[in-house]
């Protein structure tokens, strides 16, 4: 298989590119600028431009790009982020739909920041969009995957949770605290933090690459709910240090501002519903074992 991939040199792309070039398959990259090689793409979301022609040919594509959500949320933050994912999905998807010989499957990726603050309530691919900024955004993400859907090209949207991996994203940055046992509960710990190990997350990319009856949107997501009363203890527990040391809310707004009610005091309890109907065989149901397997990948 021949797959294209936006995003690729990202955490998640580059685990995902080495999954697919082990298993034999050949992957190319949607690139920016000079820095282009033997069969890659260039594109520039921001000026709006393409290759079509470098396009054809490929089986599947996979979107991962989009701006790091991490960091305080000025108005130029914001734009960076949602125009990062919307404007690029549309360049892309619009592309892919015009050019005369289409991927058979695209395979985008979405966040559970699309439900907001669930409070305690389960939220399934079901449930409806939430409040705030992320919720919006992530409803847009999605809905500019349109041209592909309505061009025939079988699109799947896997929701993910707080990836789990040493090597970025939310985990990395909690990792110092941690271990200097500094670590704690976020606010009152009691909202729910959904997450998935990336190695979980690849083998979802795969599967959704291969298996042609998945598509729409699905809960990227461990089975396994957790607060974040209990994902600190277990943290805790597998770094072998203490967590007595909480996270104040209102020091978290003053040095954060929304991004904290959005992304560390809002409660997601988001569910796998679609996955655990197809009999999803999970490979990091468990929060402390996929903890340990991925800190032990490092």
């Known amino acids: ?65 989009g701006e790091p959500i991490a960091g305080r949320w000025t108005s130029n933050k914001r734009s960076a982020i949602h125009e990062s994912r919307v404007l690029g999905t549309e360049l892309l998807t619009s592309a892919l739909a015009r050019i005369p010989t289409r991927p ?40 500019a995957a349109e041209p592909a859907l309505a061009a025939g090209i079988r699109t799947v949207h896997l929701r993910a949770g ?68 209990e994902f600190t203890r277990t943290f805790g527990k597998v770094l072998g240090r203490p967590t007595f040391l909480p996270a104040p809310a209102a020091a978290l707004r003053l040095a954060l501002g929304d991004l904290a009610d959005e992304m560390l005091l809002a409660s997601q309890r988001v569910v796998p519903q679609r996955l655990t109907a197809s009999h999803h065989d999970w490979q990091d149901a468990d929060l402390e074992a996929t903890l340990r397997r991925e800190i032990a990948a490092g």
């Open 1 to 65: 298989m021949k797959v294209l991939i936006s995003g690729a040199n990202g955490m998640i792309g580059s685990a995902l590119t080495q999954a697919l070039e082990a298993r034999g398959d050949t992957v190319h990259r949607l690139v920016r600028g000079a820095k282009a090689r033997g069969g890659d793409v260039r594109w520039s979301p921001l000026e709006g431009t393409i290759d079509d022609a470098a396009l054809v040919g490929h089986d599947a594509v996979v979107h991962l790009a």
């Open 104 to 143: 058979d499957v695209l395979v985008c990726a979405s966040a559970a920041g699309f439900y907001g603050d669930g409070k305690q309530a389960e939220l399934t691919e079901e449930s409806p969009q939430g409040r705030g900024f992320l919720a919006q955004v992530v409803k847009d993400w999605e809905a």
């Open 162 to 229: 707080m990836v789990l991996s040493p090597r970025g994203g939310a985990l990395q940055q909690l990792m110092l605290p941690f271990r200097m046992g500094v670590g704690g509960r976020v606010g009152s710990g009691r909202q729910y933090w959904a997450w998935i190990g990336l190695h979980e997350l690849v083998g979802l990319f795969l599967r959704a690459l291969d298996d042609s009856s998945m598509r729409g949107v699905y809960n990227a997501v461990a089975p396994q709910q957790t607060t974040n009363r």
